[in-house]
């Protein structure tokens, strides 16, 4: 079994999967960006490639490279995360026996007659889609054979989190002893991200003290809807952070005011970090939170619903610390990421052309004949 794992930018839970199944003696390597911020590690063990520079479905240089690394490695299963790299994988695939594994972690509708999906995960060519949660499994069954489809929700662990205690440089300077509510996203262009709501329900709130912490790109509109409310001057637009996850140390609340979701990143780094949360009833984001056991559901584009939770939430400690120790509890059982490195590895046996026991080391990894 040779893999090739494709994704510009890995992320911590991605980054976890490729050093374990290279521990576990997988011969692996990893085809990202020049700029990824995994190249150091990833360099460190032996399994970075540096990608062809390209955008789009369709990279002659990059289908080269490809076809190139199938060849020379001996490449039996490519693995591509993101939609160009499964597209570009595909047309590199022609005329080899190599298999596809294909991701999806969007529960956004898919348009079959749409030809740009054939390219990537409708086409022929793709062997098997990770689902990263069971509503996107449930959807993609109305388009695919339900074989091809793996349930193998991502892990997430606390350990990854960065520990270093003290605020980022660009942390608003917020009043001492002012309860906060935090959230992540990018959501400029993406109005399913609820942002404008959560916005809404925060104007709503009868609290005088509590500020909301807004971490991400924003519509053009959204600062004039900020200050059209009366906690306008409670609000912090504080845009692209690099270490997101790191501000969450400081939040009380975190809110996930989504519409569309497939198993938000975010929402598992907040319960790693124990702070209570509030999310939307949306397939994907009840997959992490039950209501009242390990958070709070609200319907979706409902700020009034949303402001009451946060209500609730901002007014009891007791109740935060009850619905954060069980996120905690739930995301170390449920979303361990060893379960997600046991199913991958099991996927990858299971596409394995040639059957043999164990695994082989590539030939790059072989000591030098004597």
Same mark, same amino acid.
């Given at each position: 079994?040779?893999?090739?794992?494709?994704?510009?930018?890995?992320?911590?839970?991605?980054?976890?999967?490729?050093?374990?199944?290279?521990? $576990?003696?997988?011969?692996?390597?990893?085809?990202?960006?020049?700029?990824?911020?995994?190249?150091?590690? $990833?360099?460190?063990?032996?399994?970075? =490639?540096?990608?062809?520079?390209?955008?789009?479905?369709?990279?002659?240089?990059?289908?080269?490279? =490809?076809?190139?690394?199938?060849?020379?490695?001996?490449?039996?299963? =490519?693995?591509?995360?993101?939609?160009?790299?499964?597209?570009?994988?595909?047309?590199? *695939?022609?005329?080899?026996?190599?298999?596809?594994?294909?991701?999806?972690?969007?529960?956004?509708?898919?348009?079959?007659?749409?030809?740009?999906?054939?390219?990537?995960?409708?086409?022929?060519?793709?062997?098997?889609? =990770?689902?990263?949660?069971?509503?996107?499994?449930?959807?993609?069954?109305?388009?695919?054979?339900?074989?091809?489809?793996?349930?193998?929700?991502?892990?997430?662990?606390?350990?990854?989190?960065? *520990?270093?205690?003290?605020?980022?440089?660009?942390?608003?300077?917020?009043?001492?002893?002012?309860?906060?509510?935090?959230?992540?996203?990018?959501?400029?262009?993406?109005?399913?991200?609820?942002?404008?709501?959560?916005?809404?329900?925060?104007?709503?709130?009868?609290?005088?003290?509590?500020?909301?912490?807004?971490?991400?790109?924003?519509?053009?509109?959204?600062?004039?809807?900020?200050? *059209?409310?009366?906690?306008?001057?409670?609000?912090?637009?504080?845009?692209?952070?690099?270490?997101?996850?790191?501000?969450?140390?400081?939040?009380?609340?975190?809110?996930?005011?989504?519409?569309?979701?497939?198993?938000?990143?975010?929402?598992?780094?907040?319960?790693?970090?124990?702070?209570?949360?509030?999310?939307?009833?949306?397939?994907?984001?009840?997959?992490?939170?039950?209501?009242?056991? *390990?958070?709070?559901?609200?319907?979706?584009?409902?700020?009034?619903?949303?402001?009451?939770?946060?209500?609730?939430?901002?007014?009891?400690?007791?109740?935060?610390?009850?619905?954060?120790?069980?996120?905690?509890?739930?995301?170390?059982?449920?979303?361990?990421?060893?379960?997600?490195?046991?199913?991958? $590895?099991?996927?990858?046996?299971?596409?394995?052309?040639?059957?043999?026991?164990?695994?082989?080391?590539?030939?790059?990894?072989?000591?030098?004949?004597?």
């Amino acid at each position: 079994m040779r893999v090739l794992f494709i994704k510009p930018h890995p992320d911590a839970s991605e980054l976890h999967l490729l050093l374990s199944l290279h521990r $576990l003696g997988v011969a692996i390597r990893v085809l990202a960006s020049p700029h990824s911020l995994a190249r150091p590690t $990833l360099e460190q063990h032996g399994l970075f =490639i540096a990608a062809r520079p390209g955008r789009g479905k369709c990279q002659p240089a990059l289908i080269a490279q =490809i076809r190139q690394l199938v060849r020379t490695l001996g490449i039996t299963v =490519i693995h591509a995360v993101d939609s160009s790299s499964l597209a570009n994988a595909i047309w590199a *695939s022609y005329f080899t026996r190599v298999r596809i594994i294909g991701y999806r972690g969007t529960n956004s509708r898919i348009r079959r007659f749409d030809p740009t999906y054939w390219l990537g995960i409708l086409n022929p060519r793709v062997a098997r889609v =990770i689902c990263v949660s069971q509503a996107i499994h449930d959807y993609l069954a109305r388009f695919l054979p339900r074989h091809k489809l793996v349930l193998n929700a991502k892990g997430y662990s606390q350990q990854w989190l960065d *520990s270093d205690p003290t605020p980022p440089d660009r942390f608003p300077s917020l009043p001492a002893g002012c309860p906060t509510v935090m959230t992540i996203g990018n959501s400029a262009g993406r109005p399913h991200k609820g942002l404008r709501y959560l916005i809404e329900a925060f104007h709503q709130t009868r609290s005088d003290s509590a500020h909301l912490v807004v971490i991400g790109d924003y519509d053009a509109d959204i600062p004039e809807l900020v200050r *059209s409310g009366p906690a306008a001057r409670r609000i912090v637009l504080a845009g692209p952070q690099p270490r997101a996850a790191h501000w969450l140390k400081w939040a009380d609340v975190y809110a996930q005011p989504s519409t569309v979701e497939g198993l938000p990143r975010a929402v598992k780094e907040a319960m790693a970090q124990g702070v209570a949360t509030v999310i939307t009833d949306i397939p994907g984001s009840t997959e992490l939170i039950e209501h009242d056991r *390990s958070g709070l559901v609200v319907p979706p584009a409902d700020p009034g619903a949303l402001a009451r939770a946060l209500e609730q939430l901002l007014g009891s400690a007791a109740l935060r610390e009850r619905l954060a120790q069980a996120a905690v509890h739930r995301l170390q059982t449920r979303f361990a990421p060893e379960r997600f490195v046991q199913t991958t $590895l099991e996927l990858y046996r299971s596409l394995d052309q040639r059957r043999q026991p164990g695994f082989s080391r590539l030939a790059s990894d072989r000591p030098a004949a004597r």
